[in-house]
């Protein structure tokens, strides 16, 4: 019988992941994309560092970051009673950071494409930053806003080394999909795993499949 409970944990970590991220990196992607300072190539950069950092790497780092006996783990816990290290709120706060770029770098991609005379007649026309952000530049980028709501949903569903290394495997807790497979194949128990594989597959196409057709149906308009 198949035990839905590690996809229940992979789904709600990615859904929260997902929300969190669209609201701090928004307003991050929208003043870089609007502005020329010196400094933007190296937020880009600090911003991107997930991509390129093996997840062993930035997971030994989180979790020394996050243990009791370092000042942000241990403010956070003497201060609020907050424990990073193997617990589901740890593993948001590693999965925001190892996800950023797929939302970011969508996001600042399709408000950089953006029409610089449809952001300054906004403004010109007495409309607000928040009211131009919402009603005028999302609106023109949902090709972008769709890649990065989808695909960092589906990164955060698919994350295996940094979920491992802060989060471990507690059942019903940090126990996620890819990490039930990896332990069904510790187990030779190879029917869980190809099943547990098969629905992660399927998954991901069905997602991939979506941004594409939608964009491409855009385009075709």
């Known amino acids: 019988m198949i035990e839905f409970t590690p996809f229940y944990v992979s789904f709600k970590l990615a ?16 003043k870089l994309s609007q502005s020329k300072s010196k400094f933007k190539p190296i937020i880009e950069s600090i911003c991107a560092m997930p991509l390129v950092l093996p997840p062993t790497v930035m997971g030994f780092y989180l979790l020394f970051a996050f243990s009791k006996n370092s000042f942000i783990g ?42 610089k005379n449809i952001i300054e007649a906004s403004y010109l026309s007495g409309k607000g930053k928040l009211t131009t952000l919402f009603k005028i530049a999302l609106p023109n980028i949902k090709p972008s806003l769709l890649t990065a709501l989808v695909v960092t949903f589906a990164h955060t569903v698919g994350e295996f080394g940094i979920v491992l290394m802060v989060g471990g495997s507690m059942e019903g807790k940090t126990k996620v999909a890819s990490i039930a497979i990896y332990e069904f194949t510790e187990l030779l128990d190879y029917k869980s795993a190809h099943i547990y594989s098969f629905i992660m597959l399927c998954m991901s196409f069905v997602v991939l499949f979506s941004v594409y057709f939608f964009n491409h149906k855009n385009r075709a308009k």
């Not at 950071?97 to 953006?114: A, N, V």
């Open 74 to 115: 241990s403010f956070l816990y003497e201060s609020f009673g907050i424990e990073l290290v193997f617990s589901f709120t740890g593993l948001v706060f590693a999965s925001c950071i190892y996800s950023l770029p797929f939302m970011f770098q969508p996001l600042l991609s399709g408000f950089e494409s953006l029409n």
């Open 15 to 30: 859904f929260i992941t997902t929300f969190v991220l669209f609201f701090l990196v928004l307003p991050l992607a929208w």
